[in-house]
């Protein structure tokens, strides 16, 4: 396709962006990038304090240097929404001020644990060695952060591109410390319950739990995933095993993969980090239902229940 100079009209949403320009020239295979720096330039102010979307649909136009314009679906005189997303306070260092992209943040939130289990299983044993749970224990959470890192390389397609630097550390605390020093600990010492030996009533079940919702959270992400194209922002219904339950199955399915860690290591720190995920996945998951709700009207089949059947 050949380049073309596009006019964008340009309006104000929510806290207004002083200098706004009305309109901006940008050219049609030009990144959104792009369009941002060209905003920012015109008004005077960072990139990373705007938030771009258009006025056709409402939908986000990330801050991404593989899309271009065109793929947005803006053309000639196309209206777009510019909210300024807040100024960064003054007293955070300077480090804190950049963007992150999304994908590096999975990548290094999923890395905590990956890194501190090893650390743990390897030294807190004792001498005596790890027992058949602590092994099968360990085996299980490297594989579930593992499959995460997979999925963030080649499964995840973001409808945002990047977020503030300085949430990271917000982000990451939940992996580092919940689902890594909190697990390795206590289920890793010589004295855990997982130390003892493992009763296969209980055993099996677990395992059988576990396996099921890794399966089943894969499948629901490669479902989300096959809804956009790559670098896009469309949105459509997802449709199929788990979806006619709930809202969001893949947060089912990663619930049962946990609840069967818990009943594998019969341990509070387990049911702790089970419950903190599950707080903010609830909360997620009724902000996802209420979008599909306005965005698809009656095309939308209602959920009763976004996230566990029956229960919430």
């Known amino acids: ?55 056709s649909d409402g939908s986000l ?6 899309l271009t314009v065109y793929e947005t679906g803006l053309r000639e005189q196309s209206t777009i929404y510019v909210k300024d997303i807040g100024k960064i306070p003054c007293y955070l260092p300077a ?8 994908r590096t943040v999975f990548i290094l939130e999923y890395l905590g644990p990956i890194i501190i289990h090893p650390i743990f299983f390897f030294l807190l044993p004792g001498t005596s060695g790890a027992s058949e749970l602590q092994t099968t224990t360990f085996a299980l959470i490297m594989f579930h952060f ?4 997979f999925e963030t390389f080649y499964i995840h397609r973001f409808s945002a591109a990047t977020m503030p630097l300085r949430n990271l550390f917000n982000n990451s605390a939940h992996y580092w410390i919940l689902a890594g020093v909190n697990l390795a600990y206590w289920n890793y010492r010589p004295t855990s319950p997982a130390s003892l030996p493992s009763n296969p009533y209980i055993t099996y079940p677990a ?6 919702g890794e399966a089943g959270n894969l499948y629901t992400h490669v479902v989300l995933r096959n809804l956009r194209s790559s670098g896009g922002t469309e949105r459509g219904i997802p449709e199929g ?21 818990a009943l ?49």
Not at 35 to 52: D, H, M, P
Not at 207 to 212: G, K, M, P, R, V
Not at 241 to 261: D, I, K, Q
Request: with cysteine; proline share 5%; net charge positive.
């Open 1 to 55: 396709m050949s380049s073309k100079a596009v006019t964008l009209a340009v309006r104000p949403r929510g806290k207004a962006v002083k200098k706004l320009p009305e309109e901006v020239l940008v050219t049609s295979t030009g990144s959104t990038y792009e369009l941002y720096k060209e905003i920012a330039r015109k008004a005077g102010t960072s990139i990373y304090r705007l938030r771009v979307t258009k006025g």
């Open 61 to 66: 136009i990330p801050n991404d240097n593989s």
């Open 95 to 102: 480090l804190l001020w950049p963007q992150i992209a999304w």
């Open 146 to 149: 593992l499959k995460r890192e």
């Open 207 to 212: 395992l059988a739990l576990f396996i099921i």
């Open 241 to 261: 095993w788990g979806f006619g339950l709930v809202t969001c199955p893949n947060y089912m399915f990663e619930a049962v993969a946990w609840l069967g860690v």
């Open 264 to 312: 594998l290591t019969w341990s509070l720190s387990s049911v702790i980090f089970l419950t903190a995920a599950l707080l903010p996945m609830g909360s997620w998951a009724k902000k996802k239902e209420a979008k599909y709700r306005k965005e698809f009207g009656n095309r939308y089949r209602r959920k009763r229940f976004v996230m566990l059947p029956g229960i919430w």
